[in-house]
T-cell receptor, first 113, second 114 residues
């Protein structure tokens, strides 16, 4: 079945460092791909999405490109801030009726000043 | 625009009791999804409602049930609570009934079973 694999955390960075969180997926067809972020004690917030190959999603300095050839959707940010500390979830949704989001296990990011 | 809202924020129950969780979707959204985020198990899909009907269900026992009201709000009921039901329950909503639209999440209800 469909699945999402994220790099294990936690990821610990200093402020202004470059961030990459790896995400790969297994799916039939052409799923939509998402990154959600969960701040401490809160629900999930949609960070960015891409619905077809080579699409680049971007938001708040984060970006990710849908790479069908490598079945990847890696999250990047050029300069992280302390306020980016959170858990990041990669997810996919098969483009057919009746499907739900399938999430990776989440990657905890901790940024120190 | 108001986001997805959930109530209560926290809920404490004992084994064997029933829990009822509520969710109001974003205005204009007709689909509501429920997910469970249990420690060590990640985020798992529970139920999907659209236009008042249950459209899909995850791999959970029948004691997890719910409904969707005419105003598209939804209720999740968990009967005969077990300790392992302790989790954050997240509700999400989306436009339409195709099941492929972007889902927007609420803040969650933290259920603790003692």
């Amino acid at each position: 079945g469909d699945s999402v694999t994220q790099m294990e955390g936690p990821v610990t960075l200093s402020e202004e460092a470059f961030l990459t969180i790896n995400c790969t997926y297994t799916a039939t067809g052409y799923p939509s791909l998402f990154w959600y972020v969960q701040y401490p004690g809160e629900g999930l917030q949609l960070l960015l999405k891409a619905t077809k190959a080579d699409d680049k999603g971007s938001n708040k300095g984060f970006e990710a490109t849908y790479r069908k050839e490598t079945t990847s959707f890696h999250l990047e940010k050029g300069s992280v801030q302390v306020s980016d500390s959170a858990v990041y979830f990669c997810a996919l949704m098969a483009n057919q009726a009746g499907t739900a989001l399938i999430f990776g296990k989440g990657t905890t990011l901790s940024v120190s000043s | 625009e108001a986001g997805v809202t959930q109530s209560p924020t926290h809920l404490i129950k004992t084994r064997g009791q029933q829990a009822t969780l509520r969710c109001s979707p974003i205005s204009g959204h007709t689909s509501v999804y429920w997910y469970q985020q249990a420690l060590g198990l990640g985020l798992q899909f529970l139920l999907w409602y659209d236009e008042g009907e249950e459209r899909n269900r995850g791999n959970f026992p029948p004691r997890f049930s719910g409904r969707q009201f005419p105003n598209y709000s939804s209720e999740l009921n968990v009967n005969a609570l077990e300790l392992e039901d302790s989790a954050l329950y997240l509700c999400a909503s989306s436009f339409g009934g195709s099941g492929t639209d972007t889902q927007y999440f609420g803040p969650g209800t933290r259920l603790t079973v003692l």
